[in-house]
């Protein structure tokens, strides 16, 4: 059974910057487009980031364009996200997952929690003012 271990998170202050790390064991997802989320408390599950199984593709929510930048490697199982100029507002818990197996048009199909059907549990990302 495929399961997937985020790493990387920490304390960090405004400005900072974090490097993200999501591997994946028992099956590889080089098929799959992957995805990262962030929720913090008492918020809902948001969006931040889908890349396309190839890695030629990638879309971000507004509020990190510029600042965040998802990449893959196949050939290590592994998705990454890398954070600069971190804010406070960024202060979340990441979460890292794999899309449903089926072709999607539209990139706005990978924004969406219920899209995808396998989750890591999570690393904690904290920047400090």
């Known amino acids: 059974q495929v399961q997937l271990v985020e790493s990387g998170g920490g304390l960090v202050q405004a400005g900072g910057s974090l490097r993200l790390s999501c591997a994946a064991s028992?099956?590889?997802?080089?098929?799959?487009?992957m995805g990262w989320f962030r929720q913090a408390p008492g918020k809902e599950r948001e969006f931040v980031a889908t890349?396309?199984?190839?890695?030629?593709?990638?879309y971000y929510t507004d509020s990190v364009k510029g600042r965040f930048t998802i990449s893959r490697d196949n050939a290590k199982n592994t998705v990454y996200l890398q954070m600069n100029s971190l804010k406070p507002e960024d202060t979340a818990l990441y979460y890292c997952?794999?899309?449903?197996?089926?072709?999607?048009?539209?990139?706005?199909?990978?924004?969406?929690?219920?899209?995808?059907?396998?989750w890591g549990q999570g690393t904690q990302v904290t920047v400090s003012s």
């Open positions: 997952a794999v899309a449903r197996g089926i072709y999607a048009s539209s990139v706005h199909y990978y924004t969406t929690t219920t899209n995808y059907d396998v």
């Open positions: 890349i396309a199984w190839s890695g030629g593709n990638t």
């Open positions: 028992g099956r590889t997802f080089g098929g799959y487009a």
